[in-house]
């Protein structure tokens, strides 16, 4: 079970205002899958990414044939102290800053690859990690971390805004979101752009109490509990079809 009173405790009241209606929580919505009602779809969306716009997390999963995991997403710019504490408290603790940014925007930020050669089981875009170059102390707090993601996507950052190494992980994320990539990194940009505001995003991979990964079924049970949105990537994949 998850401890609700330490979770509660992380969010801002306007965080947990809930995100869903009465008649239509996580754990249905996300049975009836994409292609099987167009209404359920189109309702699912418009939660996530009124979410979004809140600055509230949205619970994205993946296929259960790749990674089967579950990450909380928000918007990098409608971040605020308590989500970024509740994301390294509640989640693995590494999170990263999905970014969708222009070639020479990337090179101007120094965000070169984290390796030459990416192994990966799923290609995931790691860049070197980062921190901003002023206003923080070790980089690791909440708010340390919040000041190098806003130093990072600045419409004005340079190279200077940001050093590395530091302890936030950019991943770049691929410029057909989900329909070149099924990844946490596209959906996740994806759905910043829906919303209507810039292709930055956060996230951090949702995990149980015991150290485990959240897979699906805890996943839906941690959204329900506190009334997040939730979505899959296939949600994602079948919207972008339909609107592009």
């Not at 090179?107 to 980062?130: D, K």
């Amino acid at each position: 079970m998850l401890n609700q009173e330490r979770f509660m405790s992380s969010f801002s009241t306007e965080a947990i205002a809930p995100a869903v209606s009465a008649d239509a929580n996580p754990s249905a919505a996300v049975a009836t899958m994409a292609g099987a009602d167009p209404r359920a779809l189109a309702l699912r969306i418009d939660q996530a990414l009124q979410a979004m716009r809140e600055g509230r997390p949205v619970v994205l999963l993946d296929d259960d044939d790749r990674e089967n995991e579950a990450d909380l997403i928000l918007a990098a710019e409608r971040l605020t102290q308590a989500n970024m504490a509740m994301m390294i408290r509640e989640c693995s603790g590494i999170v990263c800053l999905c970014l969708c940014l222009p070639t020479d925007k990337v090179r101007s930020l120094g965000l070169r690859p984290m390796v030459e050669h990416n192994r990966s089981q799923y290609g995931t875009a790691f860049t070197v990690s980062i921190e901003a170059r002023e206003g923080v102390s070790t980089g690791v707090s909440a708010a340390d971390r919040i000041t190098t993601i806003r130093a990072a996507i600045a419409e004005d950052a340079g190279a200077d805004a940001v050093v590395s190494p530091g302890h936030v992980f950019p991943l770049v994320a691929r410029d057909g979101g989900v329909l070149e990539r099924r990844g946490h990194t596209e959906g996740s940009v994806d759905l910043a752009r829906m919303a209507g505001l810039s292709p930055a995003a956060v996230l951090c991979e949702l995990m149980n109490p015991d150290g485990t990964m959240a897979r699906r079924a805890q996943a839906l049970a941690f959204a329900e509990m506190y009334r997040l949105p939730v979505l899959t990537i296939e949600d994602l994949v079948a919207w972008r079809r339909l609107h592009g």
